[in-house]
């Protein structure tokens, strides 16, 4: 064993004290985040579809393009 080993109660502390990237916020009806001062998610904006989630850093408030309205 070498003396550089982190114990494992240490470790245990460091992940419990790490703060969430974003703060809570509302999900719209597709579980994503509604952050009405952000910019528009520009992925969910093009295609409807967020590759994030819930983690998504941007707004996704509006409803995504509908595929019917191409014509």
């Known amino acids: 064993m070498s003396g550089q080993e982190i114990p494992e ?4 502390q460091s ?3 790490r703060s ?7 999900l719209n009806e597709n579980g994503l985040p ?5 910019t528009i998610c520009p992925h969910y904006s ?13 707004d996704h408030s509006t409803k995504p393009p509908s595929s019917d309205s191409k014509q």
């Open 9 to 12: 109660r240490s470790k245990q």
């Open 20 to 26: 969430p990237r974003e703060p809570p916020c509302d």
């Open 46 to 58: 093009r295609f409807g579809l967020c590759k994030l989630g819930p983690t998504c850093r941007f």
């Open 34 to 38: 509604l952050r009405p001062h952000q």
């Open 15 to 17: 992940s419990m004290t």
